[in-house]
């Protein structure tokens, strides 16, 4: 172990200690630890990994969701890691853990929607694990194919680029607001929102179209939020970066349910994470033409720039002319109370 | 989900199920749910993954083995589901859940035993995932690379084939039983069970060897016994299999420890588990020449002939003049009540 490791863990910790044990990229293997997908290399070069590990209680309520939302949610994050690489999927691999002698329909349902989101994409599931265990677990690991394209990754942001983002933020950390709050998911008010959270959109096609585009410096997805997912392409790519906070482009699903909840619209937009959509950097002057291929391959889906990359070292949030450090940090299991 | 699925399922069921929902092999998949690995097609030629599930309490005990012992295991279970196709080991993915803070000692002595394991076998450990979970929950994906070779299926067995295992089988029951019954573990008569248990060797080299001479029919990896594999491959194979007790080579550490615990040697060599040996078919007269190839490729390996490839159905047990039908059943975990 790193001779500096504290007694107890956090999240980020941990993946640094995995890495270190790992022994990083190098020989066949071109981005290990630390990106959306790994990058293989030697015979397997043009292949993408991504694998995402979901426990009942930390990462899904099966009492707020459905076992078809479930399984939805599952996929669609971890197509989006794809995505966020400008990978077409390939293959899946699912482990499932669950108590014993679960239901036909409970299987189906989950495993199902599952398999429908992934061939949506033009995922197909070809293996895994069924196991018992004390509530439900599952395991993806999803290859994904570039092709002869180079995967986009975090570490090409250059200074001075526009930071921009597909669609529209918030509605899920809305969405998830309104059903911890105990609400009625059918109210109509807030049916976008909770539909944002348990059926997110992986931006498969437009991932793939912005690394076809070849414009692209720098690529992530919003699965923790912007607040905590900038820092991490700023830092991975060297830079710091400044964000507009009226330039945040806010789902009008969380607006509205933020005053029936009392919340806050641009917190959910900054910090909700769970948005799956994609964050990216290049020359300030390509936006326009960014904006176009992304809706031409995702059905008018927009770009926003919010920020830009800076000389940093941090991230800012440029809130009515004034200037705060981006304090919001990624939910870490490890440290938090379990929810 | 198929009309016939009962309310509740076995293990069995869910693997079905889920092969149903998933939709089967078929496009650029060749060989899809059912084998040790799936084999990939298309651009993915060649590569063939595995992956596996493991839940405290449900598959290891950390009371009974230690955090290295646990990383060792679950990275020979999945190397040796490589080794049963032929494969050679190329990249791992591990999603690690844990409960909160755990410390740098556990993820050092876990971690690290796994990627040493890994990298004594050629494998590369290149992402992962890690999440706070109640209990230590380890999935591993691992990728293997055929070069030109064809995979060996569970598929390809010929009626009146050899039906042969590498090694020396029970080893690894006894030991659980050792550490079960509370013994210690230090004891000199069970320091071979408790190892065979908690430091197995996946047969990576003899798998190669076997699958590069072109004469081995069928093949998996016997990580539920010989009692509850052996069927699956001649299922696989459209036929049945008997098996000579007498011929079955139990490991000597079984029957060091059986007298003390009062087991079964036999028993633990045909059902109980996780010896992590290869099982193969071929011509009856091809036994020597791979009983050489398994000895050169992995230090004085043995190879030992055990039975047949019947007409079948079903795999019968001769034991001194008497057949009987195998009755022993892998162990469901979805039926059993937890250990």
């Known amino acids: 172990m790193p001779p500096d490791a504290p007694a107890h863990l956090s999240e980020e910790q941990i993946i640094s200690l995995v890495a270190y044990l790992a022994g990083g990229a190098g020989g066949d293997l071109a981005v290990g630890i630390g990106d959306d997908c790994a990058v293989l290399g030697g015979d397997q070069t043009g292949l993408v990994v991504t694998t995402d590990l979901l426990v009942q209680g930390s990462h899904f309520d099966l009492e707020l969701m459905s076992p078809a939302d479930v399984g939805h949610r599952s996929m669609a994050a971890n197509l989006s890691d794809l995505a966020a690489m400008g990978a077409r999927p390939a293959y899946g691999f699912l482990s499932l853990g669950m108590p014993a002698r679960p239901t036909a329909a409970f299987v189906s349902e989950l495993v199902g929607s599952m398999v429908a989101q992934g061939r949506a994409h033009g995922l197909k599931l070809a293996g895994g694990d069924t196991v018992k ?18 995967p986009v990754l975090r570490s090409g942001g250059r200074l001075g680029d526009a930071v921009c983002v597909t669609g529209l933020l918030g509605g899920s950390g809305a969405g998830l607001a309104w059903l911890q709050a105990g609400r009625d998911p059918a109210e109509a008010a807030a049916a976008e929102a909770v539909a944002a959270h348990c059926r997110p959109t992986p931006r498969v096609a437009a991932g793939r179209a912005l690394a076809e585009s070849g414009r692209v410096h720098a690529m992530m997805d919003l699965s923790d939020g912007l607040a905590a997912d900038l820092p991490r392409l700023a830092r991975a790519s060297g830079l710091g970066a400044a964000v507009e906070a009226e330039a945040v482009p806010i789902s009008p699903a969380a607006l ?12 959910w937009a900054l910090g909700g994470g ?6 990216f950097t290049c020359d300030p002057g390509e936006v326009p033409l960014l904006a176009q291929v992304v809706a031409e391959a995702a059905e008018g889906l927009t770009v926003t720039q919010v920020g830009r990359l800076t000389q940093g070292p941090g991230v ?15 939910f870490d299991h490890f440290q938090e109370p379990a929810p």
């Open 133 to 150: 265990a004390p509530q439900v677990v599952i395991n993806l690991c999803l290859l994904g194919a570039m092709g002869n394209l180079a």
């Open 256 to 267: 509205a349910v933020a005053p029936a909840l009392g919340g806050d619209a641009l917190g």
């Open 274 to 279: 769970e948005d799956f959509e994609l964050l």
């Open 316 to 330: 800012t949030l440029i809130k009515q002319g004034e200037e705060e450090p981006i304090t919001y940090k990624g």
